[in-house]
């Protein structure tokens, strides 16, 4: 092997990094992290469905949705919207987490306060006094609901109060 060619062979080793180095000090003086915003808008639609909307901005990959209530989604679509139901009364903490393809990331929390609660199922059970083998229940469950059944033993009785 001449001079020349190991020459040639090092300088192709080496000016990818030279190159790298350069990039990274002389580039344009903004880090990636710096490059894109978190951020989220969320709307009542009526008192326990919620409405999200991604409102970030800037050159980012992924996006990590936590509802705070046990549902989360991860997507690239930065234009998917979610309607999620809140069946209980409370503040959920909601977040939308960013990541860029370097693998920085940025996170942004806001807490959705759930005034009521839609469904809160209940029953009563009453023992006649003359046959204590007899027990009258009685649907109590307050929110709205289609259909509901009794399930006992083997019976299955549907929709009767």
Same mark, same amino acid.
């Given at each position: 092997m001449? !001079?020349?060619t190991?020459?040639?062979?090092?300088?192709?080793f #080496?000016?990818?990094?030279?190159?790298?180095? +350069?990039?990274?000090?002389?580039g344009?003086?903004?880090?990636?992290?710096d490059?894109?915003t %978190?951020? +989220? &808008? $969320?709307?009542? @639609? =009526?008192? !326990?469905?919620?409405?999200?909307?991604?409102?970030?901005?800037?050159?980012?990959h992924?996006?990590?949705?936590?509802?705070? &209530?046990?549902?989360s989604?991860?997507? @690239?679509?930065?234009k998917?919207?979610?309607?999620? $139901? $809140?069946?209980? %009364?409370? !503040?959920?903490? %909601?977040?939308?987490q960013?990541? =860029?393809?370097?693998? &920085?990331n940025?996170?942004?929390?806001?807490t959705? &306060?759930?005034a009521t609660? =839609?469904?809160?199922?209940?029953f009563?059970?009453? #023992?006649?006094?003359?046959?204590?083998? $007899?027990v009258?229940?009685? !649907? @109590? @469950?307050?929110? *709205?609901?289609d259909?509901?059944?009794?399930?006992?033993r083997? *019976?299955v009785?549907?929709?009767?109060a």
């Open positions: 001449n !001079n020349f190991a020459h040639n062979r090092s300088i192709r #080496i000016m990818p990094i030279i190159l790298l180095v +350069f990039a990274t000090v002389f344009c003086g903004k880090s990636d992290s490059s894109f %978190a951020d +989220f &808008n $969320y709307t009542m @639609t =009526d008192g !326990n469905h919620v409405q999200f909307e991604n409102k970030s901005s800037g050159e980012y992924f996006l990590i949705w936590d509802f705070g &209530n046990q549902l989604d991860t997507t @690239t679509d930065k998917k919207n979610y309607t999620i $139901y $809140y069946p209980e %009364a409370g !503040n959920f903490e %909601a977040s939308l960013l990541i =860029d393809y370097s693998g &920085n940025k996170i942004v929390s806001k959705i &306060n759930i609660t =839609d469904l809160e199922v209940s009563t059970a009453e #023992i006649e006094p003359t046959n204590p083998n $007899y009258q229940l009685t !649907n @109590t @469950t307050t929110g *709205e609901f259909s509901f059944k009794w399930l006992f083997t *019976e009785i549907e929709n009767q």
